[in-house]
Nanobody, 123 residues
Framework: QVRLVESGGGSVQSGGSLQLSCVAS????????MAWWRQTPGNEREFVAS?????????TNSVEGRSTISQDHSDHTITMTLQMNSLTVEDTAVYFC???????????????WGQGTPVTVSS
């Protein structure tokens, strides 16, 4: 099995910073990509940032330039972080970690999701 655990969410004032972390653990044979998504009540989940196996990163326009996604890995664990700076109230959401990994040899990567960590930015 594969397990994802997010941490680092919380409350912060506008202009502040937060670092979100996601640890993927378990039987991981191959990793393809990890990403952060966020969701507010009544809205669809929105892409925030992603990092591919060899380090290529992509950011949504609203966070590019003030956010950094990174990852580290060992044999059975992948740790992904998202450093977000200059936060605004528009960043308020529940942030979800997605890991696209293959748990067994010969299988394609598929998505696994964490439970989400809430971020509240106050003005």
């Amino acid at each position: 099995q594969v397990r994802l655990v997010e941490s680092g969410g919380g409350s912060v004032q506008s202009g502040g910073s937060l670092q979100l972390s996601c640890v993927a653990s378990g039987h991981i044979v191959r990793r393809c990509q990890m990403a952060w998504w966020r969701q507010t009540p009544g809205n669809e989940r929105e892409f925030v940032a992603s990092i591919q196996k060899y380090g290529k990163t992509i950011y949504t326009n609203s966070v590019e330039g003030r956010s950094t996604i990174s990852q580290d890995h060992s044999d059975h664990t992948i740790t992904m972080t998202l450093q977000m700076n200059s936060l605004t109230v528009e960043d308020t959401a529940v942030y979800f970690c997605e890991a696209q990994i293959a748990p067994n040899l010969g299988e394609m990567c598929r998505s696994y999701w964490g439970q989400g960590t809430p971020v509240t930015v106050s003005s």
